[in-house]
């Protein structure tokens, strides 16, 4: 039997003392089981508590979203990380992937749209897969993707790379630096090469 000695609210955070310790309460599993002060049998309270985590998951999950986007593998692994029970990560995260809260397909869009002007189509594959994004969602958001001409985005960067170096290519070695320059960015070797070739005539 644990007994719920002090409950208390402030604000959106809710606590009890239960049996002299501290535990923090949603305030939504609170109300699903009309929690109250006084005596609660054991199996009830295992219920209680695993009502009350899913709570807590399912708040702070949609609480992160909010602010801004997340992969539903780095969302898994944060909410783990926080203490939350496998069993209430994966209800959480599927309550947000149903009403749209999480989406690997709209991450993978918004993070190529914002970054493939100064990066390889190479490099973006490779930083979505270590985002959690699987290899099909990425092939297709890749495909749907009006990313234009590879060549003239890695020619505009590596421009931009030699504007203001007196120099520019006219050494092997600076030559040498912006191709692996190009090459870090995502660019295939041969798109580096021709840009090379182009910008040290």
């Not at 609480?63 to 496998?86: E, H």
């Not at 995502?186 to 070739?197: L, Q, S």
């Amino acid at each position: 039997m644990k007994n719920f000695e002090i409950i208390t609210k402030r604000g959106s955070k809710c606590q009890a003392i239960v049996d002299g310790e501290k535990m923090r309460i949603s305030l939504e599993a609170a109300a699903k089981v009309r929690l109250k002060e006084g005596p609660m049998d054991d199996d009830k309270f295992a219920e209680f508590c695993k009502l009350n985590d899913f709570c807590l998951c399912k708040k702070y999950l949609f609480d992160m979203v909010s602010r801004r986007s997340w992969t539903v593998a780095a969302a898994k692994n944060y909410l783990l990380g926080k203490g939350y029970a496998p069993e209430s990560v994966d209800k959480a995260v599927n309550m947000a992937l149903e009403y749209g809260y999480l989406s690997d397909e709209k991450y993978a869009e918004n993070y190529i749209t914002d970054r493939f002007k100064a990066t390889g189509e190479l490099r973006l594959r490779r930083e979505l897969k270590q985002r959690g994004i699987s290899d099909v969602i990425v092939a297709e958001t890749l495909e749907k993707a009006d990313l234009g001409d590879e060549y003239e985005r890695a020619l505009e960067l590596a421009k931009k790379r030699t504007a203001d170096r007196e120099k520019k290519l006219r050494t092997p070695k600076a030559k040498e630096r912006v191709l692996r320059y190009l090459i870090w960015r995502g660019f295939e070797y041969e798109t580096a090469r021709r840009v090379i070739e182009e910008i040290s005539e």
